[in-house]
């Protein structure tokens, strides 16, 4: 079965950075597009990231334009989030997500698979 695994997930401080990491295992990588999601107390999840099954096009959240970047490594399964320029207001539980052949990126309804999530805390 389809398992997606993320890590990485911190305490930093603002300003500073954090590479997650999501592990996927029981899929053929290639061939997903992979999404990051966040979601804050009392708050709705929302998109981040995401990185489309192509191998090409890669597309973010305004909040996180230039200060976030999305990268794969189909060869290790593995999809990451590098963080930087990190603001109390990234602070949440971050979720990885997949699904196949997607050329939608979006919405939580896009992805049929998702991590357990990685907590993510930036104090001020």
């Known amino acids: 079965q389809v398992q997606l695994v993320e890590s990485g997930g911190g305490l930093v401080q603002t300003g500073g950075s954090l590479r997650l990491s999501c592990a996927a295992s029981?899929?053929?990588?290639?061939?997903?597009?992979m999404g990051w999601f966040r979601q804050a107390p009392g708050k709705e999840r929302e998109f981040v990231a995401a990185f489309i099954w192509n191998g090409l096009n890669t597309y973010y959240a305004e909040s996180v334009k230039v200060r976030f970047t999305i990268s794969r490594d189909n060869a290790k399964n593995t999809v990451y989030l590098q963080m930087n320029s990190l603001r109390p207001e990234d602070t949440g539980v971050y979720y990885c997500?997949?699904?196949?052949?997607?050329?939608?990126?979006?919405?939580?309804?896009?992805?049929?698979?998702w991590g357990q999530g990685t907590q993510v805390t930036v104090s001020s």
């Open positions: 029981g899929l053929t990588f290639s061939q997903y597009t």
């Open positions: 997500a997949a699904d196949k052949w997607r050329n939608s990126y979006y919405a939580t309804t896009t992805y049929k698979y």
